[in-house]
């Protein structure tokens, strides 16, 4: 089943609870939660005390993508705001093993995120570990930026190899889907599928949503 994860970098930060619920009520069913520190990407947003007011307002699981370095000092924090899954970048992490089995172990759903630069053969190992793998479909950082293509090939890759090795991990999607994108994104094979500027930025939110989720449904003969 294909799922629709809004992204609220570009929500209006003034209004998050109300843009929430917008994009809850719009099909969303997990809420997508960037998290940067100006070191690993050129942006800073938010972190652990935002989470903690998300979690007071909704209760979608709450998906948050560390774009940040030392990701390991970060995660107690994170599980101590209620954050549900939890996914670190192949490229900052030293030890990804490791931030893995720290993510899990403090009750949360380990992810791992691949730049578009990166390739999903190097994810082997580690892919029993994960409850999903994210495919980053721009450079991370800012929203509202075109998709990259190739990011396809990725996507259907990895289905490949989830099938040859009988798991089960989600595969998500981040960064310019957008109408003009996701019949191809979900024909390759994702299923959790991230937007932020598609959902929030011509600010009607729920409509916009529920238009995105069920052109991605009808992609997949859902
Ligand atoms: C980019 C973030 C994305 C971003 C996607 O670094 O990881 O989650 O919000 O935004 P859109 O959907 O606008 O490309
Ligand atoms: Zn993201």
Redesign the pocket.
């Known amino acids: 089943m294909v799922e629709l994860l809004p ?1 609220i ?2 929500a209006d930060f003034a209004r998050l609870a109300d843009e929430v619920a917008a994009a809850e009520r719009g099909g969303g069913t997990a809420i ?1 939660v ?1 998290i940067m520190d100006g070191h690993f ?1 050129p942006n800073i947003t938010i972190g652990p005390p935002v989470v903690k007011s998300l979690r007071k307002v909704t209760k979608l699981p709450l998906d948050c ?1 560390l ?1 940040i370095e030392n990701a390991d000092e970060f995660i107690p924090a994170f599980a101590d705001a209620g954050a549900n899954w939890v996914s670190v970048h192949y490229e900052a992490c030293r030890h990804l093993h490791r931030s893995l089995e720290l993510i899990a172990h403090h009750g949360m759903q380990p992810g791992v995120v691949i730049n578009p630069a990166t390739r999903v053969n190097l994810l082997v190992d580690i892919l029993p570990m994960v409850h999903h793998v994210l495919i980053m479909s ?1 450079n ?6 075109s998709f990259i293509p190739f990011a396809l090939d990725k996507i259907r890759h990895l289905a490949e190899l989830r099938r040859e090795m009988g798991l089960a991990f989600r595969i998500e999607v ?4 957008a109408h003009d994108t996701v019949a191809q994104v979900v024909k390759a094979g994702a299923d959790l599928l ?5 959902v929030f930025g011509g600010g009607q939110p729920e409509q916009d949503a529920r238009a995105l989720l069920k052109a991605a449904r009808d992609a997949a003969g859902e």
Request: proline share 4%.
């Open positions: 992204s970098l570009s997508h960037d990407v993508h774009m721009v991370p950082g800012f929203g509202g930026q981040d960064g310019g889907v991230v937007a932020g500027n598609a």
